[in-house]
């Protein structure tokens, strides 16, 4: 049997205030196409399909087009809720769409209820588990004392074994949780946000030993914790953070034993990402940028003095210029500015002034800066006395 690996689709979700939507078809008509290519039996989909749990209308009919596709293309999709979806949304009509071949698992009632598919082994048994908010299982037997996620994953799979799968059966296991393991690069990059307000909330792998595939999602890059355990990441980039790492699924194959061989299948990026860094004018004139030009980027300028209006001046050659920093060559780091107490310190508004603009631009303020400067903190101050 053969699988797909996909997750966190966020279907609605903006990228710096521009919509995805049509990015999103783009990436679901590939992945339909990868389906058909390799002769896919099931796409999985972990978690987070939708960006929000109020979609759009037009988010909708993205989804119901992809599904649409996935199935045209002779593959079943099992699809679980993440903590962006509305278990709910998701889950309405999911008994009809069962009988369609769209297996949605929003219900952690049902999470020990698997989806069972046949191969020329025999049958494979799907469980989705849905996103476990602590709080929202409390009703569920044997959930008294659940306090994380890794409690909550762990009530899930203790409920999972039970069913005698894993162990008799093939089985797979769909989750969306922060999994221990992951590296650093992974944890600094990433742009997806903490699932619990309090920090990360981690789920050891050890969690899903017996099972022959765990199919993760919440983390949009990449990674494989063990041979059978792995994120996809998400199908688009969505942080600048992302920028030059490839988009795409995990196409999994079982065999008469179990896991067999787990290959990566890269998806087009509709539109690269590009951090370009320089002054305002060699972000202009360098002709080795012209590359960029239809990518989304992040412009980091480096000129001594801020340049005015550099975000428009830009945009004229980078239509697609998202987010403008200013960084000057030998500013001290952020860490370093100015703080609350050496402000207490120097009192003098002046002095606090200068202090702040050396701080910013990485360089003492000219004889002629200083002199307007002086000239408007004794305007100020002037003015206050005379109220």
């Given at each position: 049997?053969k699988?797909?690996?996909?997750?966190?689709w966020?279907?609605?979700?903006?990228?710096?205030?521009?919509?995805?939507?049509?990015?999103?078809r783009t990436?679901?008509?590939?992945i339909?196409?990868?389906a058909?290519?390799?002769?896919?039996?099931?796409?999985?989909?972990?978690?987070?399909?939708?960006?929000?749990?109020?979609?759009?209308?037009?988010?909708?009919?993205?989804?119901?087009?992809?599904?649409?596709l996935i199935?045209?293309?002779?593959?079943q999709l099992?699809?679980?809720?993440?903590?962006?979806?509305?278990?709910?949304?998701?889950?309405?009509?999911a008994?009809?769409a069962?009988?369609a071949?769209?297996h949605v698992?929003?219900d952690p009632?049902?999470?020990?209820?698997?989806?069972i598919?046949h191969?020329e082994?025999g049958?494979?048994?799907?469980?989705g588990?849905?996103?476990?908010?602590p709080?929202?299982i409390?009703?569920?037997?044997g959930?008294d004392?659940v306090?994380t996620?890794?409690?909550?994953?762990?009530?899930?799979?203790?409920?999972i074994?039970?069913?005698?799968?894993?162990g008799?059966?093939?089985?797979?296991?769909?989750?969306?949780?922060?999994?221990a393991?992951?590296s650093?690069?992974?944890?600094e990059?990433d742009?997806?946000?903490?699932?619990?307000?309090?920090?990360?909330?981690?789920?050891?792998v050890?969690c899903?030993?017996?099972?022959?595939y765990?199919?993760?999602?919440?983390?949009?890059?990449?990674?494989t914790?063990?041979?059978?355990?792995r994120y996809?990441g998400s199908?688009?980039?969505?942080?600048?953070?992302?920028?030059g790492?490839?988009?795409?699924?995990?196409?999994?194959?079982l065999d008469?034993?179990?896991l067999?061989?787990v290959?990566?299948?890269t998806?087009?990026?509709?539109?690269?990402?590009?951090?370009?860094?320089g002054?305002?004018?060699e972000?202009l004139?360098?002709?080795?940028f012209a590359?960029?030009?239809d990518?989304w980027?992040?412009?980091?300028?480096v000129?001594?003095?801020?340049?005015?209006?550099?975000?428009?001046?830009l945009?004229q050659?980078?239509?697609?210029?998202a987010v403008?920093?200013?960084?000057?060559?030998?500013a001290?780091?952020?860490s370093?500015?100015t703080?609350?107490?050496?402000?207490?310190?120097?009192?003098?508004p002046?002095?606090?002034t200068?202090?702040?603009l050396?701080d910013?631009?990485?360089?003492?303020?000219s004889?002629?800066?200083?002199?307007?400067l002086?000239?408007?903190v004794?305007?100020l101050?002037?003015?206050?006395?005379?109220?």
């Amino acid at each position: 049997m053969k699988l797909l690996h996909t997750s966190d689709w966020h279907i609605g979700r903006t990228f710096h205030g521009s919509s995805t939507l049509d990015a999103a078809r783009t990436v679901l008509h590939a992945i339909a196409d990868l389906a058909r290519e390799n002769k896919v039996d099931v796409v999985l989909v972990p978690g987070d399909v939708w960006d929000s749990t109020t979609p759009s209308a037009e988010a909708y009919r993205v989804l119901q087009e992809g599904f649409r596709l996935i199935r045209a293309a002779g593959a079943q999709l099992i699809v679980t809720s993440g903590n962006h979806d509305s278990a709910v949304r998701l889950g309405y009509q999911a008994e009809w769409a069962a009988a369609a071949g769209v297996h949605v698992i929003t219900d952690p009632a049902r999470l020990s209820e698997p989806v069972i598919l046949h191969d020329e082994h025999g049958p494979v048994a799907f469980f989705g588990v849905p996103y476990l908010e602590p709080l929202m299982i409390r009703h569920l037997d044997g959930t008294d004392e659940v306090r994380t996620q890794r409690q909550a994953l762990e009530w899930a799979l203790e409920r999972i074994r039970s069913t005698g799968a894993p162990g008799e059966t093939r089985s797979v296991v769909l989750a969306h949780c922060f999994a221990a393991g992951l590296s650093d690069e992974i944890r600094e990059s990433d742009f997806e946000r903490d699932i619990t307000a309090g920090g990360l909330d981690v789920v050891p792998v050890s969690c899903f030993e017996g099972t022959d595939y765990v199919a993760l999602g919440h983390i949009h890059t990449r990674a494989t914790l063990a041979p059978s355990v792995r994120y996809s990441g998400s199908p688009l980039h969505y942080s600048f953070t992302e920028a030059g790492l490839d988009r795409g699924a995990w196409l999994v194959e079982l065999d008469a034993e179990g896991l067999h061989e787990v290959t990566w299948l890269t998806l087009p990026v509709p539109r690269q990402l590009a951090v370009l860094r320089g002054t305002l004018g060699e972000l202009l004139g360098d002709a080795s940028f012209a590359k960029h030009e239809d990518s989304w980027v992040k412009a980091v300028l480096v000129d001594p003095q801020r340049p005015l209006d550099a975000m428009r001046t830009l945009q004229q050659r980078f239509p697609h210029c998202a987010v403008l920093e200013y960084a000057p060559e030998g500013a001290p780091a952020s860490s370093s500015r100015t703080s609350p107490k050496l402000v207490r310190q120097l009192r003098d508004p002046l002095q606090v002034t200068l202090r702040y603009l050396e701080d910013v631009r990485g360089a003492e303020p000219s004889p002629e800066e200083v002199a307007i400067l002086k000239r408007a903190v004794d305007e100020l101050t002037a003015e206050r006395s005379a109220r």
